[in-house]
Nanobody, 112 residues
Framework: QVQLVESGGGLVQAGGSLRLSCSAS???????MGWYRQAPGKQRELVAS???????NYQDSVKGRFTISRDNAKNTVYLEMNSLKPEDTAIYYC???????WGQGTQVAVSS
């Protein structure tokens, strides 16, 4: 069973940057991978996704600021987050579509 482990979250000032990583215990090269986030009192929402071929998709609010990428040789997917805003504050989760597997989440907090 594939397990996903996120890292890279933390506290940053508005305008700052963070890079999230999601490492899989097994191969995920054939699966679309996604980053979701859930803010307090809100539903979990898709932030960005990347197919096995590298096609990406972004939520409108993060376009131009966030970049999703993957390294299949390392079984890792990344989320580069720039120009962070307080409204980006949430727990960020990694998701493997092929097996409906979620990571445990990593907290991102952006101060104004």
């Amino acid at each position: 069973q594939v397990q996903l482990v996120e890292s890279g979250g933390g506290l940053v000032q508005a305008g700052g940057s963070l890079r999230l990583s999601c490492s899989a215990s097994g191969s995920f090269s054939m699966s679309t991978m996604g980053w979701y986030r859930q803010a307090p009192g809100k539903q979990r929402e898709l932030v960005a996704s990347i197919t096995s071929r590298g096609t990406t998709n972004y939520q409108d609010s993060v376009k131009g600021r966030f970049t999703i990428s993957r390294d299949n040789a390392k079984n890792t997917v990344y989320l580069e987050m720039n120009s962070l805003k307080p409204e980006d504050t949430a727990i960020y989760y990694c998701y493997r579509m092929l097996t409906n597997t979620w990571g445990q989440g990593t907290q991102v907090a952006v101060s104004s």
